[in-house]
Nanobody
Framework: QVQLVESGGGLVQAGGSLRLSCAASGSMFSINVMGWYRQTPGKQRELVATITGRDTTNYADSVKGRFTISRDNAENTVYLQMNSLKPEDTSVYYC???????????????WGQGTQVTVSS
């Protein structure tokens, strides 16, 4: 059974920084795309950033230049460095992975449990 476990959320003042981590565990053939999404109450879950196995990245316009996504393939871990945080970045952040898990015949989408990020003004 594949699990994604996030850490690193918390409370920070506007202009501050936080680093989120997400580790994938379980029996896996391969991990394709990993990334981060966020969701606030009453709104749809939205893309923050994704990264492929070859380190191709994609960012939401709202976080470009402030957030950096990276991954450690040896540790099956993805990171999100968040700088210059704004109150509008306040949300629950979810780790995402498109993973080919044993003994499945194809990859599937997996989600972490979510970690709260709160940015005070």
């Amino acid at each position: 059974q594949v699990q994604l476990v996030e850490s690193g959320g918390g409370l920070v003042q506007a202009g501050g920084s936080l680093r989120l981590s997400c580790a994938a565990s379980g029996s896996m053939f391969s991990i394709n795309v990993m990334g981060w999404y966020r969701q606030t109450p009453g709104k749809q879950r939205e893309l923050v950033a994704t990264i492929t196995g070859r380190d191709t990245t994609n960012y939401a316009d709202s976080v470009k230049g402030r957030f950096t996504i990276s991954r450690d393939n040896a540790e099956n871990t993805v990171y999100l460095q968040m700088n210059s945080l704004k109150p509008e970045d306040t949300s629950v952040y979810y780790c995402y992975g498109n993973i080919w898990a044993r003994p499945n015949l194809k990859s599937d989408n997996y989600w972490g449990q979510g970690t709260q990020v709160t940015v005070s003004s």
